[in-house]
């Protein structure tokens, strides 16, 4: 790896941007207006990589249908990121905990503050993946935004070894990453706006990149239908009343139709919305959805033509 001078000379996230200069001199409403036109490049920064975050969904998609897992590694920033896309999983599409994990060099207080040297050792990234029993099911990716963070490659190393899937993730061309990785997404941002601070540009691109991921994941497995968050668990009155709505948006059914049926469901409304769309019952509901990968779409689609 380079080091000091010449390491920080290689990577474009770390170079001064010429549309900042002289920044500090400039009215707030001046500052806000630079900022806002960098941020505008990153989702077409994103739009180039379209067929390379298409491969890795595939991937993530394939392994979670093999009951293996997706596991984000990343130090600082990105690995904020990575925690906070895996938390934000089973409230929003009724997944286990366990099946989208983030590690972050640091462990849990680097959630909160720096940890000064956490991502500095591959030996600290090895551990960290070997705890979570890695297996080649499972699929690993490496956020980091320099490409160049030890903990990141010492995990994506040990993730490689067992067979898994690796992903690195990066916002410079010649991320170090790269070289530990079966699959990349690289994601130009261009210079940061205050220079070296990637939890601007380069931690947007990647937040945005990870809610594709997993967002598009989902849906691949039928935890959604039309726009619909359909595969939440009613586990307390909110959700409950929550759960009853999505099936009335769902078919169009009136509110009593949705209460009976959601009952008769057994309290899951994704086959509740079969059953109304339909006019079936429970097991035929169920047995419809098993055989077209729980995704109602294509339930109802075979069902009519049944």
Do not use: W
């Amino acid at each position: 790896m380079l080091n000091g001078l010449d390491y920080l000379d290689g990577l474009a996230t770390e170079q001064p941007n010429p549309k900042s200069i002289g920044i500090d001199k400039k009215s707030t409403r001046e500052v806000l207006e630079i900022i806002n036109k960098e941020d505008r490049k990153v989702p077409a920064a994103i739009e180039r990589e379209l067929e390379s975050i298409a491969v890795v969904v595939d991937i993530v998609v394939d392994s979670f249908r093999k009951g293996g897992r997706l596991i984000y590694v990343g130090a600082g920033t990105s690995g904020r990121l990575g925690v906070l896309d895996a938390a934000e999983c089973p409230p929003t599409f009724g997944t286990s905990p366990v099946m989208v994990q983030g590690i972050i060099a640091g462990g849990k207080e680097a959630l909160v503050k720096a940890v000064e040297g956490a991502e500095d050792k591959e030996s600290d990234g090895q551990r960290a993946l070997d705890q979570k029993n890695i297996s080649e099911r499972d699929v690993v990716i490496g956020i980091t935004a320099s490409g160049h963070a030890p903990f990141v490659i010492g995990a994506m190393k040990r993730a490689k070894e067992v067979g898994a899937r690796v992903v690195a993730l990066s916002c410079n061309k010649n991320s170090k990453i790269f070289s530990y990785a079966q699959y990349k997404i690289y994601i130009d941002v261009g210079s940061e706006i205050i220079t070296g601070s990637t939890r601007m540009k380069s931690g947007t691109a990647q937040k945005l990149v990870l809610n594709m991921i997993t967002t598009v994941s989902m849906i691949k497995l039928g935890k959604v239908y039309n726009n619909l968050m359909v595969d939440l668990v009613p586990v307390n009155s909110k959700l409950i009343r929550r759960s009853k709505r999505l099936i009335r948006l769902a078919t169009g059914c009136d509110e009593q139709t949705a209460q009976k049926t959601f009952k008769e469901s057994g309290g899951r409304p994704k086959t509740a919305i079969v059953m109304v769309l339909l006019g079936m019952g429970k097991t035929d509901a169920e047995r419809l959805l098993e055989e077209n990968e729980g995704r109602i779409g294509l339930a109802v689609d075979a069902g009519k033509r049944r």
